[in-house]
């Protein structure tokens, strides 16, 4: 394996949790996930080689589970992948033809039609740009939209009030 300066040395399953517990507190499971092995809704014990059902899912972060088939065996995804993880933009502020690739996919696959207040929601934050912020704030006048036609698909991405006790909220 290639040295380098942020990896100055592999670290063996038997070390995780000494080495964890020198710096942070280490009250997590007692295994060691193994990120190459686990796959699928199996979590495979790094230290042991157990394989346990994963019904954990890193509270929900992962719904495919480890190592989704046709996604991590793909060399071409996992590439696009390591890009945009290695360089990790603000995608509201500064755009990118991956994010715009992934709002298309989203549109299509799920139906819905352009709309220019849709908002993406990312580890458990709230959009933060200005126009979103009167469907967020809760306040009865901001938040109301008239009812969509009955059948009629809502235009926006996600609606955050989904995931709060306001009112529904939905593009027009």
Known sequence: MNQHILLPREIAP??????????????????????????????VDALSGEKYLDLY???A??????????LADDPDFMAVLAEVAANKPANPD???????QFVETFARVLGFRPCR??????????????????????????????AARP???????????RFTAGPATRCR
Do not use: K
């Open 14 to 43: 038997d070390q995780v949790h000494e080495v964890l517990g020198r710096h942070v507190l280490a009250d997590g499971f007692r295994l060691v996930y193994d990120t190459r092995a686990s796959r699928g809704s199996w979590v």
């Open 57 to 59: 899912t890193f509270f």
């Open 61 to 70: 972060s992962a719904p495919l589970g480890s190592n989704p088939r046709g």
């Open 94 to 100: 500064m755009y990118t033809t991956h994010y715009a």
């Open 117 to 146: 207040t849709c908002s993406s929601l990312r580890a458990g934050r709230w959009p933060s740009r200005t126009r979103s912020r009167p469907r967020l704030t809760g306040r009865a006048g901001a938040t109301r939209r008239p």
């Open 151 to 161: 059948g009629s698909a809502p235009r926006c991405c996600i609606s955050p009030a």
